[in-house]
């Protein structure tokens, strides 16, 4: 059964210092990959994701991903945070053609100034 | 309408009372999601629907929990004799017709208290 691990439940960081959130999933098959962030109160949104081509994937607000087959590991960056940057982020697995996530339990990013 | 709206924003029950949490997705989705998320939790599938078909309903943890689409737009979840763990924030999505490859639109969840 796949899964996703994402290995920090909190990361706190100041403005304008870069971050990464890790992420972790296990498959037998081909996945699809995702990141969502969730503002307070609010749905899940869409940052990006990965499908197929290149592994380095540009979303939106500055965010990047990188997906890496070996490591079984799509980690988040941002060269400089935002305060606005503060909320959770989901990391997500879909397997083979269905359209089901399963999602990670989530990594809180708060942003000091 | 321009997104999923969900209603009731926030819902409080006693246990035992029977709910129901509506969806209207995207007009033209054919896709549509209900996942469940509790408090500090990541969501959970709960079951899926292409137009008016339930295609999955593998995740619906019990059998208080029904959900349906009969014209293939707006859905509604419905748990019968609420529970305690029933608590957490009810999320619904949708897609559109070529698939979404999991990057659907989300709704902004209904909170359901179970006291």
């Known amino acids: 059964a796949q899964s996703v691990t994402q290995l920090d439940s909190q990361v706190p960081v100041f403005e304008e210092a870069p971050v990464e959130l890790r992420c972790n999933y296990s498959?037998?098959?081909?996945?699809?990959l995702f990141w969502y962030v969730q503002y307070p109160n609010q749905g899940l949104q869409l940052l990006l994701k990965?499908?197929?081509?290149?592994?380095l994937v540009k979303g939106i607000n500055g965010f990047e991903a990188e997906f890496n087959k070996s490591q079984t590991s799509f980690h988040l960056r941002k060269p400089s945070v935002h305060i606005s940057d503060t909320a959770e982020y989901f990391c997500?697995?879909?397997?083979?053609?269905?359209?089901?996530?399963?999602f990670g339990t989530g990594t809180r990013l708060q942003v000091f100034p | 309408g321009a997104g999923v709206s969900q209603s009731p924003r926030y819902k409080v029950a006693k246990r035992g009372q029977d709910v129901a949490l509506r969806c209207d997705p995207i007009?033209?989705?054919?896709?549509l999601f209900w996942y469940q998320q509790a408090l500090g939790q990541g969501p959970e599938f709960l079951t899926y629907?292409?137009?008016?078909?339930?295609?999955?309903k593998s995740g619906l943890p019990s059998d208080r929990f029904f959900a349906e689409r009969p014209e293939g737009s707006v859905s509604t979840l419905k748990i019968q004799r609420t529970q305690q763990e029933d608590s957490a924030v009810y999320l619904c999505?949708?897609?559109?017709?070529?698939?979404?490859?999991?990057?659907?639109?989300f709704g902004s969840g209904t909170r359901l208290t179970v006291v």
């Open positions: 999505a949708s897609s559109p017709p070529q698939g979404a490859f999991g990057g659907y639109t």
């Open positions: 498959s037998s098959v081909s996945v699809y």
């Open positions: 990965y499908l197929s081509g290149s592994t």
């Open positions: 997500a697995v879909s397997e083979g053609n269905t359209d089901k996530l399963i």
């Open positions: 007009s033209g989705h054919v896709s």
């Open positions: 629907f292409q137009n008016e078909a339930q295609l999955d």
